[in-house]
């Protein structure tokens, strides 16, 4: 009789947990403008610039101009940039994944930071707040540069920034 009235319940169960399993979310990538990145990013290969040791990752920088900016007076142009990092290992059926850096502005330089980890990567980013030619023409703006560490993996990102 118990038996019984648990068979129900335990399908009811079932079909839940199955259609959760067979359900689950797939990454989406809201923020990412692949259409920008393709027709208008710059790449930026960083393994051409990688550190005397051996690396893992394929890694990519984009660099895609924003043109919703105000800062040029009387005229327009590019005030800053967003910055997309692509990452990739090099397996015979590679991870891939692309994140969106958090900060805005304009790359100046980049280095690899060492580390022995497998298939992670440290890299960091100097970045001033606005392109020379947006200070140039409005004096009135106050460049920040900061350095931001980027620690990366193929399923992750993670940032943190230091200000100079």
């Not at 689950?24 to 930026?44: C, H, M, Q, R, Y």
Request: negative net charge; charged residues 25%; contains cysteine.
């Amino acid at each position: 009789m118990f038996a019984r009235n648990l068979l129900p319940a335990l399908f009811v169960f079932l079909t839940m947990f199955l259609t959760a399993c067979i359900s689950s979310p797939v990454k989406e990538f809201d923020d990412i403008n692949f259409s920008e990145i393709l027709a208008l990013g710059k790449v930026i290969e960083a393994n051409k610039t990688r550190a005397e040791h051996e690396i893992d990752l394929i890694v990519r920088l984009y660099e895609v101009p924003i043109f919703e900016n105000d800062c040029f007076v009387e005229t327009h142009g590019i005030c800053q940039n967003q910055y997309y990092v692509a990452v990739s290992t090099y397996d015979e059926y590679p991870k891939t994944n692309i994140f969106k850096i958090t900060q805005k502005g304009v790359l100046s330089n980049f280095e690899w930071v060492k580390d022995e980890k497998v298939d992670f990567v440290k890299l960091a980013l100097k970045m001033d707040k606005y392109s020379k030619e947006a200070i140039n023409n409005n004096p009135s703006l106050l460049n920040v540069s900061s350095v931001i560490l980027i620690e990366l993996t193929p399923k992750s990102i993670h940032e943190s920034t230091e200000k100079r």
